[in-house]
């Protein structure tokens, strides 16, 4: 074969594989998008009323927010001198699990069973103890709304209403709440600009991940490791209003230039990385291995760029001063710690009777994302390596007083070399099934739990 028919093969075979990647990624995103907002309004048409029974302030209440128009009404739940536990009943009501009266909800008032014509007193609960919005206004359609939960809000304040020392906002990094006030600006709708902005960056990370994951492997197990990174139980987080997805295409976007050898773009993705959450910096490790391992290039530029990675950091660090260390530790109640006392305070929350499905999900997890990272040291180059295990370890040397491996499911999803090496495994039958089928069903379960204003990560 001749020079020219050589290279039009190569281009042939580049352009297929790429067109292959963008169809993958971007029909994988539509379907995963489609049945999540599918089952958002199953959801929603099913469980309309979220409850939760809780001990808050020394009292004893509950909680309850109309999905619907995201009202939310607290009550006491002591009643004739016992403590009632509530459910939602349907039709805007309330039943309580002793006697099976049901309740108004708006009114809080019995308007059957044995407790009829009692009145639940209204409890001294200010609404931003339990759904915090942060001074940003729920949004006026449902279906939608229920993406505004947590930490969505904080992005939407920092968008709407910049940083403030004092309240904690500072701990999140700038970058994606930028772009979420940039595009906010131009539709003049911030809440859908960053549903919009994280859908974007979604695709591209698909698309790049796909590419990176034929590179280290092969076409058929890259499609098997976008499908298991979509079908993961914490993957509706990529879909919302966080953080994840924007950082995940910086992400890969780095490492796809970096394999190229375009060290100045590479390092500039990294440092957006960076600025879009301060575990980032550490991007710089498998990025400096790589410009060494690859030898050949040693321009000065390419040596200065790769330095922009912990710039992006420290770039933010010295614009908040230590405002963003006081937020961990002031607003968050984040300490340091060492990563097997995760494992102790949870052995607590068991004895203590305290622990909750979302504990033993964050928990298996992490585990099996510590086996996953010696695997990948031990069967993948050495780079996916010193991300996975960098990304891994860095949220272990924090905790929250009371909540061991807190949000590690979530924290694990952009250690996308494990999803690589379950795209290899998943060559077995078994395994691929195994995959799945555990999979499918979590995801139902903790998205749900997360539109209902449950605490999953």
């Known amino acids: 074969m001749n020079f020219t028919a050589r290279a039009k093969d190569i ?261 957006m990385a960076a600025l879009t959450r301060g575990i980032g910096i550490l991007l710089f490790i498998p990025l400096i291995y790589m410009w060494w391992v690859q030898g050949a290039s040693r321009h000065w530029r390419d040596t200065f760029a790769i330095f922009l990675v912990p710039l992006g950091v420290l770039s933010y660090l010295g614009f908040t001063g230590l405002s963003a260390f006081n937020s961990y530790r002031n607003a968050w109640h984040a300490g340091f710690a060492l990563p097997w006392q995760h494992f102790s305070d949870f052995v607590m929350l068991i004895v203590n009777h305290r622990l909750l499905p979302v504990d033993i999900f964050n928990m298996l997890t992490t585990v099996l994302f510590g086996i996953l990272c010696l695997f990948i040291w031990l069967r993948l180059p050495r780079e996916l390596g010193l991300y996975s295990i960098s990304m891994y370890l860095l949220p272990l040397f924090g905790i929250n007083p009371g909540q061991p491996f807190v949000s590690m499911a979530r924290y694990v999803i952009v250690i996308f070399p494990a999803f690589i090496l379950l795209g290899q495994w998943g060559g077995n039958s078994w395994i691929n099934r195994m995959i799945l089928y555990l999979s499918f069903p979590a995801a139902l379960y903790f998205s749900a739990q997360f539109w209902m204003w449950g605490w999953v990560g």
């Not at 309309?48 to 999905?67: C, E, H, K, M, R």
């Not at 039709?91 to 009266?101: A, C, H, M, W, Y």
């Not at 058929?220 to 950082?247: H, K, N």
């Not at 780095?254 to 590479?266: H, M, N």
């Open 11 to 271: 281009l042939h075979k580049a352009f297929q594989t790429r067109g292959h990647s963008f169809r993958w990624a971007l029909g994988a995103f539509l379907v995963a998008r489609a049945f999540y907002g599918l089952w958002s309004l199953v959801v929603l048409c099913v469980s309309p009323i979220a409850v939760q029974n809780l001990t808050l302030l020394g009292y004893s209440v509950v909680s309850a927010f109309d999905l619907q128009n995201s009202h939310a009404y607290f009550y006491v739940r002591d009643v004739e001198g016992q403590t009632l536990q509530f459910r939602p009943s349907g039709d805007r009501t309330l039943v309580d699990l002793q006697s099976g009266s049901h309740w108004e909800l708006v009114s809080g008032r019995a308007i059957s069973g044995p407790l009829k014509g009692n009145t639940l007193e209204k409890a001294p609960i200010v609404a931003e103890k339990i759904f915090p919005y942060h001074g940003v206004q729920p949004y006026s359609i449902a279906w939608l709304a229920l993406w505004q939960r947590f930490d969505t809000n904080w992005f939407l304040k920092i968008a709407e209403r910049g940083y403030s020392p004092q309240d904690g906002s500072t701990a999140f990094f700038p970058l994606y709440p930028l772009l979420t006030h940039l595009l906010g600006s131009v539709i003049g709708d911030v809440f859908l600009a960053s549903l919009l902005v994280s859908a974007f960056a979604l695709i591209a990370a698909l698309f790049l991940f796909h590419k990176v994951s034929i590179f280290y492997s092969d076409i058929g197990s890259a499609d098997r490791a976008l499908v298991y990174l979509l079908t993961f139980p914490m993957a509706f987080f990529l879909f919302g209003g966080y953080a994840e997805s924007t950082y995940l295409m910086f992400v890969l976007g780095s490492f796809l230039f970096a394999q190229r050898r375009r060290w100045p773009i590479a390092a500039l993705l990294g440092a």
